[in-house]
């Protein structure tokens, strides 16, 4: 499975960008598509997930109201809305699938990923 982001750039504070993430290759292998992001000298951190079997989506605290996953079956596509961006928001994110089913908050549930894409937010 090959996972390619874009999407990624740079907007001030309070603007909106919008990532994709296509799958290619064996997507029957992935059931769980998720986003994570990494900024310099931290860990890689979840941000948010969508279960594609259920349709279930899941966030991390600091996103909640703000980013908003969804997903094109028939496109092998995940996408991440995110809006009200803040200057902490500044990382590069990247797209990962897997299908172990949970827990979805954890790098380990995700056995492919992305190259990451960079996202700047200027205050």
């Known amino acids: 499975v090959q996972l390619a982001e874009s999407g990624g750039g740079s907007v001030q504070a309070g603007g909106s960008l919008r990532l994709s993430c296509e799958a290619s290759?064996?997507?029957?292998?992935?059931?769980?598509m998720g986003w994570f992001r990494q900024a310099p000298g931290k860990e890689r951190e979840f941000v948010a997930a969508l279960a594609w079997t259920t349709g279930r989506t899941y966030y991390a605290d600091s996103v909640k109201g703000r980013v908003f996953i969804s997903g094109d079956n028939a496109k092998n596509t995940v996408y991440l809305q995110m809006d009200s961006l803040k200057a902490e928001d500044t990382a590069v994110y990247y797209c990962a699938a897997g299908n172990a089913g949970g827990p979805y908050v954890s790098v380990w549930n995700y056995e492919y990923w992305g190259q990451g894409t960079q996202v700047t937010v200027s205050s």
């Open positions: 290759g064996r997507t029957d292998r992935v059931h769980d």
